[in-house]
């Protein structure tokens, strides 16, 4: 006696469909290629040589005021240098060098620091996508997302080789990694797609 059998989806077909849409893609967290700071350097190119440390070869341009006498042939003040708006004699020359930087592994140690909380993350990420309640590209986003907030409070929070005298006096701040902020800006996640 045969029965009729009734087959009812309860969303396999959904979550297989979803699986093989996985292995597609990834999740690229970091400075991003083609980025540039405020001066138009490569932030790839800084961010790795504050991760792994480095030099950095530097040129800029320097101006020095002087106050000569009403003759113009001896200085005032005895050469020494004074404020721009006190003087009637200025030299501009460029001063090139090499500056050391120590490696302050914000990437590194933020996933090694964290890769516990990472893999729980993606866990319950990828159980919401098993659930129905996420999209796989949706799982990844917040992936990206979560892994970029712990990158970039590891760059505020530290801890890193202090910075140079000379730094902390450009700068006028002794905090590594934070100038303008733009570094810790440019931390974000790219979903990728290869096929």
């Known amino acids: 006696m045969a029965k009729n059998v009734k087959v009812v989806d309860r969303g396999w077909k959904r979550l297989k469909k979803d699986l ?5 893609c990834r999740v690229d967290v970091g400075v991003q290629a083609g980025d540039k700071a405020d001066d138009g350097k490569d932030l790839a190119y800084i961010a790795a040589i504050n991760e792994f440390g480095g030099e950095w070869e530097v040129t800029r341009s320097v101006t020095h005021y002087k106050k000569l006498s009403k003759s113009g042939t001896s200085y005032l003040r005895k050469g020494r240098f004074v404020k721009k708006s006190q ?28 890769a516990d909380k990472i893999n729980e993350f993606i ?4 159980r919401r996508v098993v659930n129905g309640q ?4 949706q799982a990844l986003h917040l992936v990206g997302q979560h892994f970029t907030g712990i990158i ?9 080789a202090p910075n140079a005298p000379s730094t902390i006096r450009q700068k006028g701040s002794d905090r590594p990694l934070i100038d ?3 570094l810790r800006q440019s931390i974000r996640h790219i979903v990728r797609r290869f096929q």
């Open 20 to 24: 093989e849409l996985l292995p597609t």
């Open 180 to 182: 303008t902020g733009r």
């Open 123 to 126: 866990q319950s990420a990828f």
């Open 134 to 137: 996420l999209h796989p590209l």
């Open 87 to 114: 003087a009637n004699y200025q030299e501009s020359f460029s001063v090139s060098g090499v500056l050391k930087i120590p490696s302050r592994p914000f990437m590194r140690s933020s996933f090694d620091e964290n």
């Open 152 to 160: 970039q409070r590891k760059i505020v929070k530290g801890p890193w």
